[in-house]
């Protein structure tokens, strides 16, 4: 898992030296393993974002008809966890208007499908800078001990629209 | 129906506690939304991982304490049922609630008001709210105990009740298109979402069940009698519900029916806030009052916004003042 979380730290890292401002589609990659997916049969097409300016993304969306989903992904590829105890995720955030957000691991099923794994603790943002900080006990997550074919961190944000300044995010294991 | 319960909390895990009893007791909810607005401890810790039988909770925290209108905001966004309880942790629940949401059933509502019995009232022996004016609103509208829908005259007489944020079962599409949310200030952030409700919705309904208990009590954390500046921020408040006032009357002339229980509402609120303030914050609070007055009954009438420009005075007593010259000039 260390070179996948490895991989994964090196893009966050890239998107926090980067600066760039725009618009992207719903699976275009902002960095290497890293996207929002959203539900463009909602009547959402694609996100606005910026880099930089002391945030690692800034993203917005305002739809004109709430989709199903929308949700910024992490890839974490495909390597064992056996060896961890624990993986965790911290996240520095700001939103001008309070919004939640769920984490879970996403893992895809060798056979097709998929099981997700969710952290317990809901990502909440608000006006003022706040961090948030959540960990999976891999012992107690059997989905993630087992064989998977991939798996991504995805973060569910709200369908209906959102506006959310990630400052910081760090992934870790032990 | 699949009711969100959203419960703000604040350093009072006895209040949850209780309440948390009463909804699995009562077998209401589907969800139960509890956001700790920055207790000391965390109130979560305090409680087993599923602690309200039959229903998923959701547990929300800010370290900031940032009031409990956020506080709501935030659960509201988080909630996912159909419909949606706002209640606080000192107040409880009674059985009733459970009938009313039988009735309420497939029943198309942007809200349901119900009403209320007081601590202070249940203690002497007596049911309903406790203060006078409420009685006699709730008596003129005279609801039964099924749920109906309210007329529009019956509306402008019930949305002058106090404007408590839980006796008010909503439907979560109606606050989400309407935009209906608390203001994010200290104090008075309940005043936005129950002037906003009455203003914007279409099918008001009513039930006369007593569906809830409000607990006062008389400590110093009761928060009526919380004093100084920030009592001064109800103009924001205030400043929002005119906002929506003006939008909801260029499109329906009818929601003018509003604007004089509102201005009464905001004179007696001014009245009663200039009580719990110092010298200096009164006249920042005349200030403040007199612009909003002025912008109020200009969004009634070129008439009554004379009438009021003319007896703006800084003495206490600017209700009875402002609701004779708005009675004068109706």
């Not at chain 2, 009818?254 to 009245?271: K, M, Q, T």
């Amino acid at each position: 898992m260390i070179e996948a979380l490895r991989a994964a730290n090196v893009s966050l890292e890239t998107l926090r030296k980067s600066a760039t401002k725009g618009t992207i589609s719903s699976g275009e990659r902002i960095a290497p393993g890293v996207w929002i997916d959203m539900d463009t049969d909602g009547g959402v097409a694609e996100t606005h974002l910026e880099t930089g300016a002391g945030a690692l993304l800034h993203t917005r969306v305002t739809p004109s008809k709430p989709g199903r989903w929308c949700t910024f992904n992490i890839d974490l590829g495909n390597q064992g966890w056996s060896e961890d105890a624990l993986f965790g995720v911290a996240i520095r955030s700001r939103a001008p208007r309070s919004t939640t957000a769920r984490l879970a691991v996403r893992s895809f099923l060798p056979g097709g499908g998929h099981k997700d794994s969710f952290f317990s603790d809901y990502l909440v943002s608000f006006s003022e800078e706040s961090t948030h900080c959540d960990v999976l006990w891999l012992a107690r997550e059997p989905d993630l001990l087992a064989r998977a074919d991939w798996r991504t961190l995805i973060i569910f944000l709200d369908p209906e629209g959102f506006d959310i300044r990630f400052l910081d995010i760090r992934l870790f294991t032990a | 129906m699949k009711l969100s319960l959203v419960i703000p909390v604040f350093n009072d895990t006895a209040g949850l506690s209780r309440l948390l009893g009463q909804i699995a007791q009562l077998g209401i909810a589907s969800e139960v939304v509890v956001v700790d607005d920055g207790s000391d401890p965390p109130c979560r810790a305090s409680f087993p991982a599923n602690p309200v039988a039959g229903a998923n909770v959701v547990w929300l925290r800010t370290d900031a304490g940032l009031g409990a209108g956020h506080a709501r905001n935030l659960g509201q966004a988080a909630a996912t049922g159909s419909h949606v309880l706002f209640f606080d942790a000192d107040d409880t629940l009674s059985p009733e609630i459970a009938v009313l949401l039988q009735d309420l059933d497939g029943l198309d509502f942007d809200f349901c008001i119900f009403a209320h019995d007081d601590s202070r009232l249940l203690a002497r022996g007596l049911s309903g709210p406790q203060e006078p004016p409420d009685r006699a609103y709730w008596a003129d509208v005279a609801p039964g105990e099924r749920p109906r829908l309210l007329s529009p005259d019956e509306a402008s007489v019930l949305c002058r009740v106090s404007n408590y944020p839980w006796n008010k079962i909503w439907r979560r599409g109606f606050l989400l298109d309407a935009g209906v949310r608390c203001t994010e200030i200290p104090l008075h952030n309940d005043i936005e979402p129950h002037w906003a409700g009455f203003i914007s919705a279409r099918r008001i309904m009513v039930s006369g069940r007593r569906c809830a208990v409000h607990m006062v009590g008389t400590g110093p954390a009761q928060l009526s009698a919380r004093r100084g500046a920030e009592r001064i921020r109800l103009f924001e408040a205030l400043g929002a519900v005119i906002s929506r006032l003006e939008n909801e009357m260029a499109r329906d002339p009818a929601c003018a029916a509003f604007v004089g229980p509102f201005l009464e509402f905001s004179c007696r609120l001014v009245d009663w806030a200039q009580t719990r303030l110092d010298i200096d914050e009164i006249r920042a609070l005349h200030q403040r009052s007199h612009a909003f007055m002025a912008t109020l009954a200009q969004s009634a009438s070129p008439a009554l916004a004379d009438a009021v420009e003319q007896a703006m005075i800084d003495e206490p007593g600017l209700a009875a003042q402002f609701i004779s010259v708005f009675g004068q000039v109706r």
